[in-house]
């Protein structure tokens, strides 16, 4: 019952969507920084970025979308959705 939410990292496999979905209260409550991977499917890349500025548009949050290169070609890697309070900048 005292849990205070700060941070939320999710890499669940294609299933980030359903899992924002589920977030959606503890993200309006808490504001916390949130570190998604939406590389799994189109719904992930295409769906969650809207979404989630839908639940934050009163909350003041920056959102950002970056990849990361695993390989030395760049051929490899992941699509993660970084979010948090314009105020930590």
Do not use: C, Q, W
Request: hydrophobic share 40%.
């Amino acid at each position: 019952g005292n849990l205070n939410v700060g941070f939320i990292k999710a890499d669940i496999e294609g299933f980030g969507l359903a899992a924002l979905r589920g977030m959606e209260r503890t993200i309006r409550k808490f504001r916390p920084v949130l570190s998604l991977s939406i590389y799994h499917n189109p719904e992930e890349f295409f769906e969650m970025v809207p979404l989630l500025a839908e639940f934050v548009k009163d909350l003041n949050y920056k959102i950002t979308i970056e990849k990361h290169h695993f390989s030395p070609n760049g051929a490899a890697g992941e699509t993660s959705l970084f979010a948090y309070p314009r105020e930590l900048d």
